[in-house]
């Protein structure tokens, strides 16, 4: 007899639209992704990338369609690494206070933090390297090690899916394979499904999936069929090799 095993999605979005101010920015969007899987969020400036994880983050309702999530997965236990802006570069607070508020959620109304919320913020230290560092100013810290204390923090707060806007941001090459193979790490060791929106094509070969966006979808699949398609080759091209 054989046993088939059936995946059920951990999300699934269902002919999804999103509007601001009642104008249609991203429409048609869907897709399911699997506990495990790697999307890389694809496209042009204002093709509706941030707008969707808006949208996953329950920060944004569809006008139409639907975004649902299954396997115990809510909004408020989704990881969130957002871009940075220059005043949250300057931060004024310890490495180790960051990344423990990403424990806010788990919290549950309870006024302070627990010994075991302070223990989880002491092991994605260590996964990230910057357990050593936990007592330093956040705003005295590189770029890279920011980035590192920043995904600590949306680890912090999940065990099941991180979104990443733009996680490489203004990082050198050196420092951008790092933070490349630290979420690789993350994604393949705890089984955490990644959804990442980048402008660094290079992030494209860590991933399972690609979605491209251009106000609409204009592919989901798997990173294999879509850098043999006329859309994936030309926007490769476009934007330089992979």
Aim: hydrophobic residues 35%; neutral net charge.
């Amino acid at each position: 007899m054989r046993v088939v095993t059936i995946l059920m999605s951990l999300i699934n979005c269902k002919d999804v639209s999103l509007a601001y101010d009642g104008n249609i920015v991203l429409s048609d969007v869907n897709f399911q992704l699997n506990s495990g899987d790697y999307l890389c969020v694809v496209g042009e400036n204002g093709s509706g990338k941030s707008t969707l994880i808006k949208g996953l983050l329950r920060l944004k309702s569809p006008v139409s369609g639907e975004i649902v999530f299954s396997d115990g997965l809510y909004s408020s236990h989704i990881g969130y690494m957002p871009q940075q802006s220059a005043a949250q570069r300057d931060f004024p607070a310890t490495v180790f206070e960051v990344v423990l508020s990403g424990r806010l959620n788990s919290r549950r109304g309870k006024p302070f933090y627990s010994k075991s919320d302070r223990q989880e913020v002491s092991e994605k230290l260590y996964d990230v390297g910057m357990e050593g560092l936990k007592k330093h100013s956040y705003q005295e810290l590189s770029g890279g090690q920011q980035q590192r204390v920043l995904l600590a923090r949306a680890l912090c707060a999940t065990k099941k899916l991180i979104l990443l806007d733009e996680p490489v941001s203004g990082l050198d090459p050196v420092v951008t394979s790092e933070m490349y193979s630290l979420i690789q790490e993350v994604n393949k060791k705890d089984g955490i499904t990644v959804i990442m929106v980048s402008h660094d094509l290079n992030a494209i070969k860590y991933s399972t999936h690609i979605l491209h966006l251009g106000n609409t979808q204009l592919f989901f699949g798997k990173t294999a069929e879509y850098v043999e398609t006329p859309l994936g080759k030309r926007f490769i091209g476009e934007n330089g090799n992979v």
